[in-house]
């Protein structure tokens, strides 16, 4: 239970920090399992019918930092705080990223069309997300901790600032059919309902100071501003007459009253031979029109700051610092309607199946009466878009059936995250209930607290094959 | 069939098992703790006078301006600044001895404290003084926190007469070194 609080804890609190991959290694391709198509709709996945057990079918959650941990920043062993701020502000980079996303599946289900011999497949099904991403913004960090005393002539980065989030609810139906032997194709199409954004993913500007012989000032100062922070579902919590509770108005927002957008996922596989498999996905290809409750924010212009100069010889001028800042570099608040992309995703694998399984006497048939394997090795390419350079994470991994109702799936992962990233799932099958459960970075499980990033996926499923004759 | 059931559900345990982990203390309350202190430089004052930007008034005084000085003003810097260091600079090119009187005012134009730099008359080298640093706390930081305008005297001390041809300039420079506590 209290290891339960404390994972809790972590995710909460890199939620409020960072942000994470949502890379889902172990689950890609594992066909056994119906949520498999939700990353390749053009998944090898068949059944006669399923459906998730509700709220229970796919729970997940992505956390990932670089560049620094939960325990660097939180660990009770009696450093300063602030020390330890500062450490992470000095080892960290602005290309480090902290990336949350979870996933909640509220139901699915899917079945097949067409009788037994087709194989033409429809699921669908409701699931909420919430996804959050932010760069480490390093030089305005230095700036706040320790000012620019030390740092003359460095000019501080305000592109450093990068960060987004958004709640929203999906709601999807898909389709996949299986050609012939060699191809299976599908793709689904999605309804996103978002109740809450924010947006700030395009700042620039600097924060300069100088200081050069010669000038008839002591300092050469400017601030040059682009920032701006787009929210959507938001505004309305920062009013003061707000006296709501926004947990629940963003969660009835995000189901009955979001900013609606839409999305594609397609998908195929492929088959070179029996045992050499391809199969390549997209996800999310797809973009929400933000337009309820929205608001933008900006601070753009620049100002040069030279500090207080007397006029001795005409009356004075009015003005002031303070107002020629405001002036030069204004608040603005509009109400535009924007829209966001959402974090695409790309997959792809190559698999070799190998050692045919023992196949027990009461075997649940699946819908062809292929071979099947029992070992599998592949790897895997994952890609993601973010608000810089694409998130890219290469997985190599080894699949085995232990028999007709146990499947397991170990996975070795590079990302940015790390270099050393295992995971392992299962999926098991006892009659028609089926279990999964994966978590990736083992080696980090001896402490989750010190792990850059940690990801799980499980759920229930009631999967109905074909009726045994 | 039977055992077969249980054999798997006992599979599906072990492999359950391997999601057990472990986690260190974490206290999320240091986070209160965080104290920023970030010292920040940046300009105060400055001017570049001309012999030929001269007025003359009673006293040796040449020029007088007072300017709207609103930074604290601003609350943010009220509360959080602890200590302000201010670095004065004068360069004199002209052949006559200076004093400058760099006045803190109030809102009500009362004067609060006066910094005097003297400087001598140019001799024909580099004549520039960097005075030594002003340091602002505790009684004198408040002080200077009521600061709302800053008076500009500069005056002239007796010397070789200066004539319509007379060249040169007396400048000041001088910038702040503010340190914070932001909790």
């Given at each position: 239970m209290r290891q339960i609080r404390k994972v809790y804890l972590v995710l909460i609190s890199a939620i409020q920090l960072t942000c994470f991959a949502q890379n889902k290694e172990?689950?890609?391709?594992?066909?056994?399992?119906?949520?498999s198509s939700m990353l390749n709709p053009g998944a090898d996945v068949s059944y006669n019918f399923y459906f998730g057990v509700p709220l229970l079918s796919g729970i997940s959650a992505n956390i990932g930092s670089s560049g620094f941990s939960a325990y660097d920043l939180f660990a009770d062993n009696g450093v300063d705080f602030n020390d330890k701020v500062r450490s992470v502000i000095n080892k960290t980079s602005n290309n480090d990223r902290v990336q949350v996303n979870q996933q909640l599946e509220l139901f699915s289900g899917g079945f097949r069309i067409g009788g037994e011999k087709s194989q033409s497949y429809i699921s669908f099904g409701a699931y909420q997300e919430f996804d959050f991403f932010m760069y480490m913004p390093k030089d305005p960090a230095i700036l706040a901790m320790?000012?620019?005393?030390?740092?003359?002539?460095?000019?501080?980065?305000?592109?450093?600032?990068?960060?987004?989030?958004?709640?929203?609810?999906?709601?999807h139906i898909g389709f996949h059919k299986k050609i012939n032997k060699k191809l299976v194709v599908g793709g689904r199409a999605k309804l996103y309902s978002s109740g809450a954004n924010a947006t700030s993913t395009?700042?620039?500007?600097?924060?300069?100071?100088?200081?050069?012989e010669g000038t008839p000032n002591l300092y050469t100062q400017v601030i040059a501003s682009h920032l701006e922070l787009k929210t959507s579902g938001i505004s309305s919590f920062t009013k003061d007459e707000y006296d709501r509770s926004i947990a629940s108005d963003i969660a009835r927002n995000t189901f009955l009253d979001g900013s609606l957008g839409l999305g594609i996922d397609a998908g195929i596989t492929y088959y070179f031979k029996e045992n050499l498999q391809f199969t390549a996905s997209i996800v999310d290809l797809g973009f929400i029109n933000q337009t309820k409750d929205i608001e933008t924010l900006t601070?753009?212009?620049?100002?040069?700051?030279?500090?207080?100069k007397p006029n001795f010889s005409q009356t004075d001028e009015p003005g002031n610092i303070i107002d020629d800042f405001e002036k030069a570099i204004p608040r603005d608040t509009t109400y535009n309607k924007y829209t966001t992309w959402r974090p695409t995703k790309f997959y792809t694998s190559l698999q070799y199946s190998f050692g045919e399984s023992r196949s027990s006497e009461d075997c649940n048939c699946k819908t062809s009466a292929k071979r099947k394997y029992a070992n599998a090795v592949g790897g895997q390419l994952f890609l993601m878009s973010?608000?810089?350079?694409?998130?890219?994470?290469?997985?190599?991994?080894?699949?085995?059936?232990?028999?007709?109702?146990?499947?397991?799936?170990?996975?070795?992962?590079?990302?940015?995250?790390?270099?050393?990233?295992?995971?392992?799932?299962?999926?098991?099958?006892?009659g028609k209930f089926n279990v999964y459960a994966m978590v990736n970075n083992l080696l980090e499980l001896k402490d989750v607290t010190k792990a850059n990033s940690m990801a799980f996926q499980l759920g229930f499923n009631f999967v109905f094959q074909d009726a045994e004759k | 069939m039977k055992i077969n059931s249980s054999n798997r559900i006992?599979?599906?345990?072990?492999?359950?098992?391997?999601?057990?982990?472990?986690?260190?203390?974490?206290?999320?309350?240091?986070?209160?703790?965080?104290?920023?202190?970030?010292?920040?430089?940046?300009?105060?004052?400055?001017?570049?006078?001309?012999?030929s930007d001269f007025g003359y008034g009673g006293g040796g005084e040449i020029a007088f301006d007072a300017k709207e000085f609103e930074v604290f003003k601003q609350k943010f810097l009220r509360e959080n600044i602890v200590r302000t260091d201010i670095d004065f600079e004068l360069e004199n090119t002209i052949p006559r001895a200076f004093i400058v009187d760099l006045q803190l005012l109030d809102a009500n134009s009362q004067i609060l404290e006066t910094l005097r730099f003297d400087i001598p008359a140019n001799s024909g080298s580099t004549n520039i003084i960097k005075y030594p640093t002003e340091v602002f706390q505790n009684q004198r930081l408040d002080l200077l926190k009521q600061t709302a305008q800053v008076g500009f005297v500069v005056r002239?001390?007796?010397?070789?007469?200066?004539?319509?041809?007379?060249?040169g300039n007396i400048k000041l420079r001088s910038g702040g070194t503010v340190y914070f506590e932001i909790q």
């Open positions: 172990i689950l890609y391709n594992f066909t056994s399992i119906p949520q320790y000012g620019n005393q030390n740092y003359i002539g460095k000019s501080f980065d305000l592109a450093d600032l990068s960060v987004k989030a958004e709640v929203l609810s999906v709601f395009k700042n620039s500007g600097f924060i300069w100071t100088q200081q050069t601070y753009k212009g620049q100002y040069r700051y030279d500090g207080v973010t608000p810089r350079t694409p998130f890219a994470a290469l997985t190599a991994y080894y699949k085995r059936s232990i028999s007709d109702g146990l499947d397991l799936k170990a996975t070795y992962t590079v990302d940015a995250f790390s270099s050393k990233n295992i995971g392992l799932g299962f999926s098991g099958t006892v | 006992f599979r599906i345990l072990i492999a359950a098992s391997l999601f057990f982990s472990c986690a260190s203390d974490l206290d999320f309350d240091q986070t209160k703790d965080l104290k920023l202190e970030p010292v920040v430089v940046a300009n105060f004052a400055y001017f570049d006078l001309p012999v002239m001390l007796p010397g070789t007469p200066l004539d319509q041809n007379s060249t």
